[in-house]
């Protein structure tokens, strides 16, 4: 299951300090050492819509204890159930399930036109550039690096892939799963960003209100 949560983090008019308890020791001092609310924020509500969606999923109400793979990506510690969080200035995401998965949200930000552009296939370049509305192409290239993030974050790799090499140029954004590099593959739009979700296996995706994780 994939869950998201869309809202403006930076204006959310919460007070964060009473749901520190929910989270561990060591993304309680992760959270303390963002200087801006947002940031705070961002990295709180990850954590308590990954302890969500144990839950609904899988009735997983303790603390959640980590190992780490050796480029750093954790997976709970004596399961076989894995899970990906990713955040966004606009939205927070968590994917869970039995089989590895990559999970990425990317902001509709104009700044993406400066450091997408070597990591894009020469088809995913072409295919961007064939949009002349600004703002639509924005949009298409956020969308195409939340598939190149996401398929990195599957590998357990992040970046250090060859994403000028693996083409996501065919997949649609239109929420159906589909087929590249020998995975299930879905992208979509939502009002702010774009999520892109790469796994062995299909999934329901759903989005959640902020208040829903809060209980």
Known sequence: MIY???????????????????????????????????????????WLLLRFSLKKEYRITEMPEFEYSEYGKPKLSGSEIRFNLSHCDTAVACGVDRKEIGVDVQDFSPLLHGVTGRFLTQREKEEAESIREEELK???????????????????????????????????????????????????????????????????????RLEEILG
């Open 4 to 46: 998201v949560v869309e809202a403006d983090f930076a204006h959310l008019n919460i007070s964060l300090e009473e749901w520190m308890p929910l989270l561990n020791p060591q993304r309680q001092e992760k959270a303390m050492q963002y200087r801006f609310y947002k940031d705070r924020a961002l990295c709180v509500f990850s």
């Open 138 to 208: 924005c949009k298409e290239l956020a969308r195409m690096w939340s598939l190149k993030e996401a398929y990195g974050k599957y590998l357990g790799v992040g970046l250090q892939y060859p994403a000028e090499r693996t083409d996501f140029s065919g997949i649609r954004c239109d929420g159906r799963w589909q087929e590249a590099e020998e995975l299930r593959v879905m992208s979509r739009r939502f009002q702010h960003c774009a999520l892109a979700v790469c796994s062995e296996n299909e999934m329901v995706c759903r989005k959640i």
